[in-house]
């Protein structure tokens, strides 16, 4: 974690941000053909090869359309909103290790933008500030539907920004530190089973905070089954009913980079990060093991979206409350436990 | 001027700029915004003096929890339907210019005697790079010399949920003490035709024959009964006698 001079800072800052919004024109392009494949159709064709330039004529059309704000509408606050969630969606990438400190052409580089030692806090923290996107959103609308899906959205990241904080602890108990690249490193201990030697990534000793995140993550990224504030056979688009245009295209920017860095946050906790075979030598390998695991999380993702039916809203609630919370402070308490058993200051 | 004082201005005026929003807007939903745009700012501030777990604590807790319940409070309810929300009662303007002078002047205090006498606190950077960072310095005081504070803290907010639990769910706790008062139903199943017998319960909608809803013109009438069956008539007796 050496210190660089701050142009690079900025130069690796700039190729995340690039790669991260390209990155998001093709999970659009990717969840559509697997989705179809899931419903036996074949998905965007036409557009270049296999449909590949699908993602770009999309922006291209949506760039064309007409900017229009609903009569009714709250001015300042419509025109705001979809920047608040993109905005918090994107802030969110500086806290995501890539890597450790690598020698590039002579200059040693930082693969990271900042490692806060409280970056696992700092993205649950610009998530709840994407949810005034869709809450102000919803409100300044004028629009009946979206002001339910802007009060349906408020409420379910709020609990179940619970769930993720609460399976977040028995990590932090283990690893010590909140900090992503301690957590990283934290992963790279070894442990034999058998005759193999593995890596002692999260996802053994935390098993049940792994479900409970990745059920926690689907629900605030407010995706399928747990896209309420959006149901289209209810409220039409919920927050975005009224919006067109490129502040449309903001939301739905928004919404797939939160999925990419929830993605992220996921492999980075339960996943051992750029953990892998040959990482430790080459650190590109690193990130390719990094964006394989996004890979296999999104792909998990869109086979939710294609399998289950969506949630009621009050089973939604209930299980947020009722199950989810109780089960993960039971794992906060046996994490506990085990942890003082380990130090011998129990008994 | 270092960068940091420059920062630090900006954020501070951020913050006062958002407080000033939060008192001075019409809509009670531009205010929200105000109070959100102040407590990121705040944020900003805990980043600069070093103390970023606060920073983020501020914005999980206040902006992602406390506004956001806010936000629904105000979003739901007509402005219109809220002059009081504009025009403060008497008592309550003298009440609050009080509160807030007690409050500034117990900042004031603690400035001054923290920095014009010197009297530094014990929690000095040293200190907190000896407990091993801001995190587990504060995880040390806050549970050995504010640990009883902390409790009470708790206690108060268990209060506080149990009452919130009370007001959700009144039916279910009326009818577990036997207290229930009154069901309240917009169609009785025998209309408001008195002359008909009491329907069976768990009467539906498809069972009734089509001449018992003669309701007449006008807003329907909000009944309230132990049950749909003991609703009575006005005129009409316990036996069912018509007075």
Redesign the interface.
Known sequence: MGDQPIWITFIVTLIIMLVLLLGMAYTTWVERKILARFQDRLGPTRTGPAGLLQPLADAVKLMGKEDLVPRGA?RK?FLWAPMISFVAAVLSVSVIPFGGTVEIFGQSVNLFIAD???GA??L??AG??G??GI??AG??SGNRYS?LG??RG??QV?SY?LVL?FSLVGIFLISGS?SLGDIVAQQKQTIGIGPFEIQNWFILSQPLAFVLFMIGAVAENNRAPFDLPEAESELIAGHMTEYSSFRFALFYLGEYIAILIMCLFASTLFLGGTAGPGADRFWGLGILWLVLKVVAFFFFYVWLRATLPRFRFDQLMGLAWKVLIPLALVNVLLTAFFRLLANGQVF | MSWDVIFFFVLAAGTLVGGIATVAAENPVHSAVGLLVSFINIAGIFVMLGSEFLAVLQIIVYTGAVLVLILFVVMLIDPENLPAFYVAQPLQRYVSLLLGLVLLLEIGAAIITRTAMEAIGPHSPAWIESAGGNIQAIGQVLFSEYALALEIASLVLGVGVIGAVVLGVPERLGRMAGLEKATISLGHSRGLNPQLPAGHKFETPMDIPAERYDVPEGPRRVIMTKSADEYKHPGETAQGTRR
Do not use: H, P, W
Request: glycine share 12%; net charge negative; hydrophobic share 60%.
């Open positions: 709250d606050m806060l030692n409280v806090l700092f649950l923290a709840s500030i949810t005034y809450i102000l409100m300044s002001l802007g009060l408020g409420a709020i920004e904080g909140m």
